[in-house]
Each structure stands twice: as structure tokens, then as C-alpha cells.
């Protein structure tokens, strides 16, 4: 079942409906569904799907010449295998003419590991063949530094064949709330910071029949699908998955800025910056400033895929116990005590994302161009302080407080917000919105109304968009 990705649908839709020869790059992290996108816009039309694996050049032109003569058939009585690839792209090309026909060419990266020419070779075939009719190609590539450099950068061959591309991002938590429909706010929040936006791992857990079944099935099970998933994905997209497993559970353990996490893996500062760029560039990490600052100083690192951070959180320590097919004990006493402090921070995210979404739609008090999070030093009482949630163009600003326990916000809630909010004078319009997991007191609902500058939003009111 195909779900959200009405947005990238939208796109390819418009580049297909351009007259003449288009081509599309489509990349993203793996599992992120970039082959059931293409899959799903190609499906009421005429193409050619081709995916790469792993192979050598003889064995790839050979499966590219079977997908090719399978859906273009004219020459398949005399013809097994095109003899170069430069005649199999000249066959599609004049095969297409000037019908619209795509050719997909999902994982491209393998498809050059065995022949580094082929982009030369594609270049000269878009320059010469392609270009004359409407073909309409799609190379696709899960290889972020690959396609970054090798395909979409200025050195490569293909510099400025492309019409456009598409970088398919994680769901938010928006569209990865279609994958459990049936579940209530709560729920929905929750399956997200386990499983983040990826449509496989959410499938995992929709496919049992609940949350906790689906945890325990998927994570804490040793034969579950994700219970060795990020060391399988860093043994694929890195030389040195070690260090890389370090750095990682060095900030899920807490280490947040560059010398702490080259201290607790004892490597040097410089070494662990270039690693840790490259995670950052995966997704899978990200590096924050603090809303509106610039210095890079201030910069923190944390895990940025939910995925990652709950493996990172749960699974290491209880491997003996998940080894031992206690898997249920592992949820019942390791996790869900945990939880309401793992999904806090994640909470977060969603309100931002919230805010963001909200923003596009037009239906906030006023235009934001970004969202984040501040954190910083009071002068007055000498402490570090911290704003959830803030959301500003460049005179105007929202400040939001994000509420994760079982208790309702109350008035002392909204007023520490406007107090630290004050830390930021350069805005001159403010408004602010507090977010509570458990509703709030009819002293603050009263407070928001009389002031008219207060937006309260309820779990139930981030999925009615």
C-alpha cells in the first residue's frame, strides 16, 4: 500500500507533463521509499524500470538489455543483448522518439561501481540522442555522496543535463501517522520516535497489533527486522562502521559537542569533525545551533533519526537479555518506564514540524521562514535556559513550550515561557502556543483567551490538519 509523498508525486508530475527530453535525479537514504515513489508514478505509464545491483559492467548491460527489449521489443527477435551501452541508450532513445516513455534507472551508483564510464557515456547519449526526443529518465541512487558529487555536482559529466531533483526525505510525523490510522494521538507520537519517518521500519510496527507488539517484534526479538538494522545500514554505506557505531553512541549517551565526543572515543578532534559530517550529510545525526545564532561554536550534535536513537537508547545495553528471548520482559522493565523521557524530545520535533506545517498552510498569526529550538544563558539569574520550540521571520516570532507528562499545563507553563522568551528582545511582535500532551487547566485556557496572543494545542490537534 502506497501512502503519502503527494508533494514528490506532484513534482515528478510536473516535469513530466514539460515538453521534450527531461531528466529527474532521485536520491535519499535507504528504506526511505524512493523505488515505491517511482514505482507508484510509473504505474498508468509507459517505462522502463531498471534497478542495478551489485554486479560486474558484462552482467549489468546484459539485465539492462533484457528490461529494455522486454518493453521495447522491436529489435527482440534478432537481438539477445545490446553489444555497448552506448547502443543499448541509442536503441531506447530512438525507440522512444517522441512518445513520452520513462526510463528509470534505480540504483545508478551500483550501475557506475561497474562501469565508472557510464556517466561519460550517458552524457554523450543525452547530448546526442536523448535530447531530440521525449524520453523522459530517472536516475535514482540511495548512495548520498555518490549522487551529491558523482551525479548532481559540477565535476560529474551529467553537470547540467538535469531538470530538476529530489531529495526524498523521512515522513514527518504528519504522513507517518497514515501508517496507523487507527491509533489514537498518543499512539501516533509515540510509533514515530520509534520508528522515525521510514516507511519500512513503520510498517514493522503497523503490521502487529499494537505499539507494543510491534516494539517488541521489530527491536527486542532477535530475529526482528530492526534489531540489527543500523549496524546492517552503517556496514553498507560506510568503510569504517566501527568508528562510526563509537561516534554515534557517544551522543546517544549524551556527548553533544565536538571535543566530547572525540574524547569519549579517543580520537582527534579533527578526525571525529570529518566523520561526523558524513553522518550528518546520512541524516542520521544532525548538528544544531541555537535558533537565530550563527556562531558555530554553539553547535550541539544529537541523533536525528528516531530509529537511531531508539535503538541507540535501548538495545546495546540489553542485548544479553533480547539474545535470551526476553524481549517482553526488556519492553515491560527497560522501555516503557523510559518512554515519557525518550518521547519528550521527540515531542519537540513534532511541535516544530507542527508549526512548519501549519506555515505552509498559511494559518498562523504570522509568516515564519524557519523553525528550531534556542538555548542560551541568563544574564540575571546565571543559568542556562531553553526555548522548545521558536518560530520567526525577521520582526516577529512565536515561542512555544512542549508539554510531555501526564499532568495538564497550567498558567506557571505559559509564564515562564514569555519570561525566557524575553531573552530574544529583537522581536517586536510575539505570540506563543503551548503543546501538552494532557490538555490544560481552565486557569490557563482562561489566561490564553483574555490575552489573545496564546495558542494552546492538544495531541489530538496536531493530526487535524
Known amino acids: 500500500m502506497f501512502l503519502g509523498r503527494q508533494a514528490e508525486l506532484s513534482s515528478l508530475g510536473a516535469f513530466y507533463a514539460k515538453p521534450g527530453f527531461q531528466m529527474v535525479i532521485l536520491y535519499g537514504r535507504r528504506r526511505v521509499g524512493k523505488t515505491s515513489l517511482m514505482a507508484q508514478f510509473c504505474r498508468d505509464k509507459r517505462h522502463i524500470f531498471y534497478v542495478a545491483i551489485e554486479q560486474n559492467d558484462k552482467a549489468a548491460l546484459r539485465s539492462f538489455s533484457e528490461e529494455a527489449l522486454n ?11 545490446f553489444p555497448s551501452w552506448e547502443t543499448a541508450f541509442r536503441y531506447v532513445a530512438e525507440q522512444a522518439g517522441q512518445d513520452r516513455i520513462i526510463l528509470v534507472i534505480d540504483e545508478y551508483p551500483y550501475l557506475a561501481s561497474g562501469n565508472p564510464s557510464i556517466s561519460s557515456i550517458l552524457q554523450r547519449s543525452i547530448d546526442t540522442e536523448m535530447s531530440q526526443g521525449s524520453l523522459f529518465l530517472m536516475l535514482c541512487g540511495s548512495s548520498m555522496s555518490f549522487m551529491e558529487n558523482q551525479v548532481l555536482g559540477y565535476k560529474s559529466p551529467l ?83 566501527a568508528l562510526y557505531n563509537s561516534i554515534i553512541t557517544a551522543i546517544a549517551a549524551g556527548a553533544s559537542r565536538l571535543n566530547d565526543i572525540a574524547a569519549r572515543i579517543g580520537e582527534e578532534t579533527n578526525k571525529t569533525a570529518k566523520y561526523l ?45 533480547i539474545e535470551a528471548g526476553m524481549g517482553e520482559d526488556v519492553f515491560t522493565r527497560r522501555v516503557l518506564p523510559d518512554l515519557p523521557n525518550y518521547a519528550g524530545r521527540v515531542f519537540e520535533d513534532v511541535c516544530r514540524q507542527y508549526i512548519l506545517r501549519r506555515n505552509r498552510a498559511h494559518s498562523l498569526p504570522i509568516w515564519v521562514n524557519g523553525a528550531g529550538r534556542w538555548w542560551g544563558s541568563h544574564p540575571l539569574k546565571k543559568r542556562q535556559e531553553e526555548i522548545d520550540v521558536v518560530a520567526a521571520s525577521e520582526r516577529a516570532a512565536i515561542f512555544g513550550e512542549c508539554k510531555w507528562r501526564n499532568e495538564p499545563a497550567g498558567e506557571e507553563v505559559l509564564e515562564g515561557l514569555t519570561e525566557r522568551a524575553g531573552l530574544l528582545g529583537k522581536y517586536s ?30 495531541l489530538g490537534d496536531l493530526f487535524d490538519l
Open 71 to 81: 518493453n521495447l521489443p522491436a529489435a527482440g527477435s534478432y537481438l539477445d543483448e
Open 429 to 458: 511582535e510575539r505570540y506563543y502556543m503551548v503543546f501538552s500532551k494532557a490538555g490544560f487547566t481552565p486557569g490557563l485556557r482562561l489566561r490564553a483567551k483574555a490575552r489573545g496572543d496564546v495558542g494552546l494545542v492538544e
Open 159 to 241: 553537470y547540467g543535463r538535469r531538470s530538476g531533483q529530489i531529495r526524498v526525505e523521512p515522513f514527518d510525523y504528519l504522513d507517518s501517522s497514515l501508517f496507523v490510522p487507527d491509533y489514537g494521538p498518543e499512539e501516533k507520537v509515540l510509533t514515530y520516535a520509534v520508528a522515525g519517518g521510514i516507511p519500512q521500519y513503520l510498517g514493522y510496527i503497523a503490521g502487529e497489533q499494537s505499539l507494543r507488539q510491534g516494539v517488541i517484534r521489530a527491536f527486542l526479538d532477535r530475529t526482528g527486522p530492526l534489531y540489527e538494522e543500523p549496524s546492517s545500514l552503517l556496514k553498507q554505506e560506510l568503510r569504517e562502521p
Open 277 to 321: 559530517k558524513t553522518l550528518v550529510d546520512l541524516r542520521i545525526v544532525k548538528r544544531e545551533l541555537p535558533f537565530g545564532e550563527e556562531s558555530r561554536r554553539k553547535g550541539l550534535y544529537s541523533v536525528a533519526d528516531n530509529m537511531f536513537r531508539f535503538w541507540y537508547r535501548y538495545i546495546p545495553d540489553n542485548v544479553s537479555s
